[in-house]
């Protein structure tokens, strides 16, 4: 079993920045794609970055550009840092991950473990 701990969230002013860290408590071999996705009032749940265990990331439309996320596989730790954040993403956030599955694409596709997510709140 896997367990997933997000931390870093809170309010912050429009055009401003947060941190998300994700730690898993897994051994090193069991985890396999990491993701953010966010739950927000207008648009419901939607993918914001994935990193796979081998380096290939994606990220959600809204997000390109703004946010990055970062991974490091030996401390199964996942990073989202937040810049020019608007209202609009103001949600609670959700760190995700997947055991090792060979041949399927680490994405912004539903995965099997979930925290318990952090909110974060954006104000004008």
């Known amino acids: 079993q896997v367990q997933l701990v997000e931390s870093g969230g809170g309010s912050v002013q429009a055009g401003g920045s947060l941190r998300l860290s994700c730690a898993a408590s897994?051994?090193?071999?069991?985890?396999?794609?990491m993701a953010w996705f966010r739950q927000t009032p207008g648009k419901g749940r939607e993918g914001v970055a994935a990193?796979?265990?081998?380096?290939?990331?994606a990220y959600g439309d809204s997000v390109k550009g703004r946010f990055l996320v970062s991974r490091d596989t030996e401390k199964n730790t996942l990073h989202l840092q937040m810049t020019s954040l608007t209202v609009e993403d103001t949600g609670t956030y959700y760190c995700?991950?997947?055991?090792?599955?060979?041949?399927?694409?680490?994405?912004?596709?539903?995965?099997?473990?979930w925290g318990p997510g952090t909110q974060v709140t954006v104000s004008s």
């Open positions: 995700a991950a997947d055991p090792p599955r060979n041949g399927i694409k680490c994405s912004l596709r539903s995965l099997m473990y």
């Open positions: 897994a051994s090193t071999g069991n985890i396999g794609c």
């Open positions: 990193f796979g265990r081998g380096g290939a990331i």
